[in-house]
């Protein structure tokens, strides 16, 4: 049998630098929209006294947009680099495999970034979905208690 010569696959960073800055700026978008996501998620309303709340709920949505905003602006550059790829690969290595990888590596990091994304936009609405729900069954249960107290006093009113 012949032995395979294994290759270690690595660009350089100072001569790859448009996809390392991609990589980075991706990196510290995770990590602000992760701490967000975990506070969506965390995010507990009470059952029935939700003053103050909606101000909560807004503030969590306009960090969740920023996020989305700071997400869609990475995105687009990462879609320019991947129609309009530059690397500097090395001649000891294999350049199509090392241009393969690396590209599969920043595909792979966008659809889980989207991923994330989605999963903490459906979260926030479930979140803004129930707090309406909320108000909006609190409107009804005081409108039917209003109702059975005029019901209740035109009863007694006939009856005088």
Same mark, same amino acid.
């Given at each position: 049998? +012949?032995?395979?010569?294994?290759? *270690? ?10 996809? /390392?800055?991609?990589?980075?700026? /991706? ?15 965390? $995010? ?5 006294? #939700? ?12 960090? *969740? ?31 199509? *495999?090392? $241009? ?5 590596? #920043? !595909? ?8 994330? !994304? ?25 409108? /039917? #208690?209003?109702? $059975?107290?005029? *019901? ?5 009113? +006939?009856?005088?």
């Amino acid at each position: 049998m +012949s032995e395979q010569k294994q290759q *270690v696959i690595r660009i350089n960073r100072e001569n790859n630098e448009k996809y /390392f800055s991609l990589i980075d700026e /991706f990196n510290s978008i995770v990590k602000e929209s992760a701490s967000i996501a975990l506070g969506v998620m965390k $995010f507990s309303m009470p059952k029935a006294f #939700l003053f103050g709340y909606k101000k909560k709920i807004l503030t969590l949505g306009e960090q *969740v947009k920023e996020s989305q905003e700071k997400f869609l602006e990475w995105d687009a550059k990462a879609s320019n680099f991947m129609v309009h790829p530059e690397f500097n690969i090395p001649s000891i290595a294999n350049g199509d *495999v090392s $241009f393969f990888h690396y590209m599969d590596v #920043l !595909r792979d990091i966008r659809m889980a970034a989207n991923t994330q !994304r989605d999963t903490m936009i459906r979260n926030y609405n479930g979140i803004y979905s129930e707090y309406s729900d909320r108000i909006n069954f609190m409107i009804a249960i005081a409108s /039917f #208690l209003l109702s $059975f107290a005029g *019901v209740a006093y035109s009863i007694i009113l +006939s009856l005088m």
